[in-house]
């Protein structure tokens, strides 16, 4: 088991920049896949990066391709989410997830680990 703690999130306007970290606890962070998932108010939690253990194989959904870029840093244990060019679209609470031994899944259910969100507000 891992536990996972979201920071970075925060009010930005469109166009601009965030940098979210999803750090965790526990010496085999490494055998973990990550994914970023968010919820938007009255939306259901979707889907927006994975990273595979070893940071070599990743997969963003379609709307975030060209923007947003995940990566991390095993030795810190730290995964990370590079948000650039944000839309107001993007505005939810964002939730970091773990799955042990995965090879990064976009399925929800697959993760058995998760963050309490980080909130981002993008203003028009």
């Known amino acids: 088991q891992v536990q996972l703690v979201e920071s970075g999130g925060g009010l930005v306007q469109a166009g601009g920049s965030l940098r979210l970290s999803c750090a965790a606890s526990?010496?085999?962070?490494?055998?973990?896949?990550v994914g970023w998932f968010r919820q938007a108010p009255g939306k259901e939690r979707e889907f927006v990066a994975t990273?595979?253990?070893?940071?070599?194989?990743?997969y963003n959904v379609d709307s975030v391709k060209g923007r947003f870029t995940i990566s991390r840093n095993n030795a810190e244990n730290t995964v990370y989410l590079q948000m650039n060019s944000l839309k107001p679209d993007d505005t939810a609470v964002y939730y970091c997830?773990?799955?042990?031994?995965?090879?990064?899944?976009?399925?929800?259910?697959?993760?058995?680990?998760w963050g309490q969100g980080t909130q981002v507000t993008v203003s028009s």
């Open positions: 997830a773990a799955e042990y031994l995965g090879l990064g899944d976009y399925a929800a259910g697959a993760y058995t680990n």
């Open positions: 990273i595979n253990w070893s940071g070599r194989s990743t």
């Open positions: 526990g010496r085999t962070f490494s055998r973990y896949a």
